[in-house]
């Protein structure tokens, strides 16, 4: 296995990993609309100093990926004003249980210290709990929980 930067040239894998997210996440959250959905600028996360978006490699085939960028925080009673965001998750289903999303994260959380970063965060539906267990297992806790009411 082999982590790596993506380049422009891993788009299309990329692409079809946010749609991987997409339909994951419309198991649990009924508010996402039908169709081709994108989170993510990915060429902006390529390029930018602020953002690293890497890839695994396993054999000649891309398997996994995720990024860490650096946001500003927007409140400021809080003792950090910048933070380490981690998102664009995904591993290939056929390659889940691997450790891969570990080593990943591994990577990313030493590339955002790397950068000066104290706080690190991400999002995870809490409904998903094989992804949960996976952050806590590498040091992550739970913060926040978001709750709605559709009327």
């Known amino acids: 296995m082999k982590i790596r930067e993506a380049t422009e040239n891993d788009l299309e894998v990329l692409l079809e990993f946010e749609q991987g997210i997409v339909e994951s996440e419309r198991l649990v959250d009924k508010t996402l609309k039908e169709g081709e959905i994108h989170y993510y600028d990915l060429s902006f996360l390529i390029r930018s100093e602020d953002a690293l978006l890497v890839v695994v490699e396993k054999g000649n085939e891309i398997v996994a990926s ?80 978001t709750m709605r009411l559709k009327t």
């Open 66 to 145: 995720e990024y860490a960028l650096i946001k500003e925080y927007q409140k400021d009673y809080t003792n950090f004003k910048k933070y380490a965001y981690l998102g664009f998750m995904f591993v290939k289903p056929e390659h889940r249980g691997e450790g891969i999303n570990q080593l990943i994260v591994e990577r990313l959380i030493e590339w955002s210290k790397n950068k000066g970063m104290s706080e690190i965060r991400l999002d995870v539906y809490e409904q998903n709990e094989p992804a949960v267990r996976a952050y806590e297992k590498a040091g992550f806790e739970p913060l926040l929980l």
